[in-house]
């Protein structure tokens, strides 16, 4: 009796063993809620996915997807090859007019770009000065597909839009300056917006405006700067409004180095008591403040800001642009009634540039990078996300395509052993995969 008693107690011993494994398997299959912090290189978790919506959206008004519409934004377009392809307006990708060429141009702009000095000029000694000689030697370590092209020709225009709208990226993020104004190594391109929204339109692409820090803006130029845009290009058809979780659809602006202004003086822009505010006017919008250093987040709450985007490509580099601090940021944002967007790109070199900024270098490890920020700029669940850049050759940012190239003072790097259109593939397929988690965010 006493031998059975114990064999029925070895039984029941390996009996909830089994069970208990049993639990502990089928509950490690279940779907997380979130994606862990990766450091570039290390493998990245599948999503679990959801149907793409694939219902075509006006074009007259486009907004990107706030939580109350319920569904990501979405459009199917036809490209000139009568494929079929979405476009995804959550996704917003900085684009830059500022190149040129002696056949557009009055020479070589930007592709000449000097070799900025270190500030320290112990440092600065140890490193080539001088600047850029195009064709064969320009200001990158990647080498165009077009070449050292010239941001006025119309046939580069029509390439950067077939290509983005193959990206599905559906916002051009365009770098601005007003009439008459450029950055300190280029030429006035304001000009040029108009090619630049009609080429978007004919590709279902919107245009969104990144304000640059010019010389002597304050928040009464940036008044006056949000005026022109909107009674210039506000009627157009490309010209890019978010729908905001309030319901509001109004256009949005991206501000570089918003840090700059004090958070008063932008208060007297961007809130309701400011002495020339914008909030309840036609020219109201969403505008988008630079978080560099944690300090930031205070300083852009002050100011009035609607959010707050990272842009930098460079993970580690600031504050805002390290993927360790996103969930921190998001809860901030979501405490607070802001939007964060993060913004995600496929590596930083600069040194074509700046010879001694090597320890910001981040490798591409053959689209590893690229796919790790943005899947870490998805794990926070943002309502948009912005990649760092399409065409920002000199800090390597680019997911334009480039091509191998061998010169007898320079070897290029490239994207091999893919193909030049690598980025814009696997901005494509994150895109998607982003449009099938909001799905389930929504429901």
């Known amino acids: 009796m006493t031998r059975l008693r114990k064999k029925a107690c070895v039984a029941l011993f390996l009996f909830t063993l089994f069970i208990f494994g049993t639990m502990m398997g089928l509950r490690s299959l279940k779907p997380s809620d979130g994606f862990s912090d990766l450091a570039p290189g290390m493998e990245l978790m599948p999503f679990v996915g959801a149907r793409v919506d694939r219902r075509p ?153 990144h304000i640059q820090p010019y010389r002597g803006r304050t928040d009464l130029s940036v008044h006056d700067n949000v005026k022109y845009i909107i009674d210039k290009y506000g009627k157009h058809g490309a010209f890019y409004r978010f729908k905001s979780s309030t319901g509001k659809v109004l256009p949005l602006f991206y501000i570089y180095d918003s840090y700059l202004t004090p958070p008063e003086a932008w208060a007297e822009l961007l809130t309701s008591r400011g002495s020339h505010s914008l909030r309840g006017t036609p020219y109201d919008g969403i505008f988008i403040a630079l978080i560099v250093e944690e300090r930031h987040k205070h300083d852009i709450l002050a100011s009035g800001f609607d959010g707050m985007y990272t842009y930098f490509a460079s993970n580690g580099f600031s504050f805002g642009s390290s993927h360790q601090n996103w969930k921190a940021l998001k809860a901030f944002c979501d405490g607070n009634g802001l939007l964060f967007v993060p913004s995600a790109g496929p590596g930083y070199v600069d040194t074509a540039v700046r010879p001694w900024n090597n320890h910001n270098t981040r490798n591409r490890v053959n689209g590893r990078y690229y796919e790790t920020a943005l899947q870490a700029a998805m794990s926070v669940r943002p309502d948009v996300i912005t990649v760092t850049s399409f065409n920002e050759w000199h800090e390597g940012t680019q997911i334009e395509r480039a091509v191998p190239k061998k010169t007898v003072a320079r070897l290029y790097l490239d994207y091999k052993p893919h193909e030049p259109d690598l980025y814009l593939e696997l901005t494509r397929k994150w895109a998607e995969q982003f449009n099938k988690e909001k799905e389930q965010w929504l429901m």
């Open 57 to 209: 959206v006006p074009n007259d008004v486009v907004a990107s997807a706030g939580q109350a519409l319920g569904a990501s934004d979405t459009k199917i377009v036809f490209s000139n090859s009568g494929h079929e392809h979405n476009i995804f307006y959550d996704i917003h990708i900085f684009y830059y007019l500022w190149y040129g060429t002696p056949q557009m141009d009055r020479g070589y702009i930007h592709w000449d770009h000097v070799l900025v000095p270190h500030w320290d000029p112990k440092i600065a000694a140890s490193h080539p000065k001088g600047r850029h000689s195009p064709p064969e030697d320009i200001a990158s370590s990647f080498y165009p597909e077009l070449g050292p092209y010239s941001s006025r020709n119309p046939s580069v225009l029509e390439s950067h839009m077939e290509q983005i709208e193959s990206s599905a990226a559906g916002v051009v993020v365009l770098s601005w300056y007003p009439p008459g104004v450029a950055d300190e190594h280029g030429e006035p391109t304001e000009d040029l917006v108009p090619a630049v929204m009609d080429a978007a339109h004919r590709h279902r692409i919107k245009v969104a405006f």
